[in-house]
């Protein structure tokens, strides 16, 4: 049976979860720092680089922080990523055999769904707890809203098109958790290695108030 508390526990840590893309190893620990100590302390670092699972084995290290792997596609980069240390799992999508292999390995998946049938065939599983993908295109805040009282058992962590401007009004939902988003970590502040801006955001993300 899927571990919701265990899902739910990183996921209110804080109200937003920042999407990472890490291309240099060397800025995996410095970024992942910047954000905890700006009060962020759950970091999904996205598969989408030849340097993730080794940033994932390196930001595991870093006090007060929750490593977990997003963009986690199939089972073999679930197993991957666990390998690797992740804590929790991340897709933008969600297979039969991926939401299966969460549960087998006992680690916390989070599964991208953006439609009621996508969010009901993961609540078959057991999956109570899913990310709501790509939330700005697939019909945003209003959309999630009109899924509350049909999938009631069901909470979200709407990812796509969040910023500071709009979190606000996801967080406000009922059956929303908390969002993610990548504007914490912006491509241009990761490669200045300006980790005093990350921080920065960080800490205007971990103040939102609803
Ligand atoms: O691929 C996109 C990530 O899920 C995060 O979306 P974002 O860059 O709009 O915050
Ligand atoms: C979209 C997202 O957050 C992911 O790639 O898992």
Redesign the pocket.
């Known amino acids: 049976m899927f571990d919701t508390a265990a899902l739910l526990a990183v996921l209110r840590r804080a109200p937003v979860v920042p ?1 990472l893309i890490i291309d240099r190893l060397e800025d995996a620990v410095p970024l992942g720092t910047a954000l905890v100590k700006g009060g962020l302390p759950a970091l ?1 670092v ?1 598969l ?1 680089t030849p340097a993730a699972l080794d940033a994932i084995r390196a930001m595991s290290a870093i006090p007060g922080g929750v490593v977990g792997a ?3 596609l199939d089972r073999a980069q679930a197993r991957a990523a666990v390998e690797a240390g992740a804590k929790f799992l ?3 999508g969600a297979t039969p055999d991926l939401l299966d292999a969460a549960i087998e390995f006992g680690v916390p998946l989070l599964p ?1 769904v953006a439609t009621a049938s996508e969010a009901m065939i993961a609540r078959d599983k057991g999956y109570r707890v899913v ?1 709501f ?2 939330a700005g295109p697939a019909g945003g805040p209003k959309y999630l809203q009109a899924l509350a009282s049909p999938l009631g058992d069901m909470v979200f962590c709407p ?2 098109g969040v910023s500071l401007d709009n979190a606000t009004d996801y967080l406000k939902l009922k059956n929303v958790v908390c969002v ?1 988003g990548s504007w914490v970590a912006p491509s241009d502040a990761v490669k200045a290695g300006d980790w005093a801006r990350v921080e920065q955001l960080a800490r205007e993300a971990a103040a939102i108030a609803v």
């Open positions: 999407v999904e996205t989408r997003g963009t986690v991340v897709s933008p991208g990310k993908f790509p990812t796509g993610g």
